[in-house]
């Protein structure tokens, strides 16, 4: 295996928990904001399947998908219903949390093992020239 692939591996799970912190973070930012009258409510997620494998290419790597609603009784916001309803996405604030720190805690695994590894080869070029 190649040395630019090991770190490669790294870079990417540094990239990886990078998008998770990115969607968590965004749709803890969006539990609160009103969804307007017909449209979906919407939550930031890692992609997977094809919009996943295109990641490295690309550059991307978040997509939004459907998302449960939560629905509040306020009739003076603006984006109420007829009833009065105003809808929201349903959020868990647990889980979103969570994400942070367990992806928080991987960025961190993975800027030690990218650390580590670009050390052992630097150390093994100064081997390497004496």
Known sequence: ?????????ARD?????RLRLD??????AAANVAVPAGQD???WRVGSG???SQWLGQGGGLEQAPAATRVVHDPGNPLADANGQVRFPQVDLVQEMTT????SRGYEANVRSFNLLRSMLLRSLEIGAK
């Open 1 to 9: 295996m190649p040395i630019d692939s090991v770190l490669d591996v």
């Open 13 to 17: 799970g540094l990239s990886y928990e």
């Open 23 to 28: 969607a968590a973070s965004r749709n803890i």
């Open 41 to 43: 409510a919407m939550l």
């Open 50 to 52: 094809a919009a996943f």
């Open 100 to 103: 942070l720190m367990t992806a």
